[in-house]
């Protein structure tokens, strides 16, 4: 079995789970913040949506530079719009983890700002960090937020208390 084949599963499973967050997502409260020093509801479901690009750009080269510029964070400002975003990144980094050699995930892969080099790691490392455990992690903060505005979370691992 494959790298890839190994790795689908569980991408696919996450990736089910965060759509199932996204489409709860109210963004007529897009500005809505818990806290002053976290994201917007809004700025948080662009990132969630707009995270799967690093999986299909680290598969399709060696390094990203912020300061050669290039990135570009979502902005999707309704439901249909989001969804669909996230939907393309989903199946264009589910196609460049479906078609790459085992070899291509051993390759590293570089994250940069200028001549500050933030890591380098194997792109199956870069996979696993940057795209499942971040959007893990983010998928986490937004059911923290559907928590607060009294939308019901849905189940991720197993039925939430709001479908029990």
Same mark, same amino acid.
């Given at each position: 079995?494959?790298?890839? #084949? +190994? ?7 996450? %990736?089910?789970?965060?759509? !199932? ?11 809505? =913040?818990? &806290?002053? !020093?976290?994201?917007?509801?809004? +700025? ?14 680290? %598969? ?5 530079? $912020?300061? !050669? ?5 979502? *902005? ?9 975003? $996230?939907?393309?990144?989903? /199946?264009? =980094? ?8 085992? #070899?291509?995930?051993? #390759?590293?892969? *570089?994250?940069?700002?200028?001549? &500050?080099?933030?890591? *380098? ?8 960090? %940057? ?6 992690? &983010?998928?986490?903060?937004? *059911? ?5 505005? @009294? ?10 208390? @709001? #479908? /029990?």
């Amino acid at each position: 079995m494959s790298i890839g #084949e +190994r790795l689908l599963p569980e991408f696919d499973h996450e %990736m089910s789970g965060t759509r !199932k967050v996204l489409e709860r997502v109210p963004l007529e409260r897009y500005d809505w =913040t818990p &806290h002053p !020093k976290s994201f917007s509801l809004g +700025r948080l479901a662009n990132h969630l949506a707009g995270l799967l690009r690093w999986g299909s750009g680290a %598969m399709s080269s060696q390094e990203f530079d $912020f300061a !050669k510029g290039g990135y570009v964070p979502s *902005t999707f400002r309704t439901r249909e719009e989001l969804l669909a975003g $996230f939907d393309a990144n989903l /199946a264009a =980094t589910r196609a460049a983890i479906a078609g790459a050699a085992d #070899e291509a995930f051993e #390759e590293s892969w *570089t994250l940069r700002n200028g001549e &500050h080099v933030i890591f *380098t790691l194997p792109r199956a490392a870069v996979l696993r960090q %940057m795209v499942f455990n971040h959007n893990i992690h &983010h998928r986490g903060q937004m *059911t923290v937020y559907l928590r607060l505005l @009294d939308v019901p979370v849905p189940g991720l691992y197993g039925p939430s208390a @709001d #479908e /029990a």
